[in-house]
Each structure stands twice: as structure tokens, then as C-alpha cells.
């Protein structure tokens, strides 16, 4: 049990070195990651706008075309 235990920690620590040193690497700091995610935030919310739009343009035309 031991030894079971001593591995997974091992692997652990292994994990969490090998983690630190590529993102220490990349260069990477939590707010750089999150830009992407705010951009994508962002143009997922334009992407719905647009949607709503469009769809309000359309039942415009319908609504113009019936009268």
C-alpha cells in the first residue's frame, strides 16, 4: 500500500514539475490565457446580436410583404 501510495504522489509531483516548466516556458501568465476566452466571449455575443437581427429583419419583410 505503501508503495502505491509513494507512486501516485511521485507521479504527482512529476506532473505538477513538467506543468510548471512548460507553462514557465511558453511564457504564459493566467491573464494572457484568458484574452482568447474574452474575445470568444465576445464574439459569441455579437454572433447572437446579429441573429436577433437578422431574424427581426425578417419578420419585417414578412410582416411588409403580407400587407
Known sequence: ???ILA???GLAIVAFTVKFALERAVGSD???LSAPKQQLDSVRERAKELGAEMQRNADRADIAREK
Open 1 to 3: 500500500m505503501a508503495r
Open 7 to 9: 507512486l501516485v504522489l
Open 30 to 32: 493566467p491573464a494572457t
